[in-house]
């Protein structure tokens, strides 16, 4: 019994196929750029503890500025998370589908999300984290509102609203150009 031997590709499309390794060391840069991530959180988590556990948030903090205080710092620790979030959807799913597989079928650790990544849901994907990312930036944009001028905080709401409109249009198209999807053209 013979097996089908892979076809030859020509110079041309073989380079071309080939091309898509270059994105490579731009992965690689992504993932010192997550490291950098870690760096910053375990500065903020510190720069945390020390001023909750040690009173070090300075001479004449009030309790209300100490909470605000807090609550800014937790804002910017999970800010921080949700785009270490977004750099392992870019690194895990772009490589996966635009460079080679990563062969991780079977693996207790699969996340359950990359067995039917594609390009569209990734853009999905990433714009969602998009609006969790600014909705934390505009949350903590609320929470110091006394200190910033109206028109920052209007323009932060456009961009929000605008990272929303985005993330519904391309839900929108994904779902139109589902085989079967409702609204389908017949």
């Given at each position: 019994?013979?097996?089908?031997?892979?076809?030859?590709?020509?110079?041309?499309?073989?380079?071309?196929?080939?091309?898509?390794?270059?994105?490579?060391?731009?992965?690689?840069?992504?993932?010192?750029?997550?490291?950098?991530?870690?760096?910053?959180?375990?500065?903020?988590?510190?720069?945390?503890?020390?001023?909750?556990?040690?009173?070090?948030?300075?001479?004449?903090?009030?309790?209300?500025?100490?909470?605000?205080?807090?609550?800014?710092?937790?804002?910017?620790?999970?800010?921080?998370?949700?785009?270490?979030?977004?750099?392992?959807?870019?690194i895990v799913g772009g490589y996966e589908t635009f460079v080679s597989r990563l062969k991780l079928e079977g693996h207790p650790d699969q996340p359950e999300w990359l067995s039917h990544v594609n390009a569209t849901v990734l853009k999905v994907k990433l714009a969602m984290a998009i609006i969790g990312i600014s909705s934390?930036?505009?949350?903590?944009?609320?929470?110091?509102?006394?200190?910033?001028?109206?028109?920052?905080?209007?323009?932060?709401?456009?961009?929000?609203?605008?990272?929303?409109?985005?993330?519904?249009?391309?839900?929108?198209?994904?779902?139109?150009?589902?085989?079967?999807?409702?609204?389908?053209?017949?």
């Amino acid at each position: 019994m013979t097996t089908p031997s892979k076809s030859r590709l020509g110079p041309l499309p073989y380079l071309i196929f080939s091309s898509r390794w270059l994105q490579l060391p731009l992965y690689l840069g992504l993932i010192v750029a997550q490291a950098i991530y870690v760096v910053q959180f375990v500065r903020e988590l510190w720069h945390l503890v020390d001023a909750t556990l040690f009173g070090h948030l300075g001479d004449g903090v009030t309790a209300e500025s100490a909470e605000t205080t807090i609550m800014l710092t937790v804002l910017g620790l999970i800010d921080v998370v949700m785009i270490s979030n977004l750099l392992v959807m870019v690194i895990v799913g772009g490589y996966e589908t635009f460079v080679s597989r990563l062969k991780l079928e079977g693996h207790p650790d699969q996340p359950e999300w990359l067995s039917h990544v594609n390009a569209t849901v990734l853009k999905v994907k990433l714009a969602m984290a998009i609006i969790g990312i600014s909705s934390i930036h505009l949350l903590a944009t609320f929470i110091k509102a006394n200190t910033l001028n109206p028109q920052t905080i209007m323009w932060q709401v456009l961009l929000h609203l605008a990272f929303v409109v985005s993330a519904l249009a391309l839900a929108y198209i994904d779902r139109i150009m589902q085989p079967g999807a409702k609204g389908e053209a017949h």
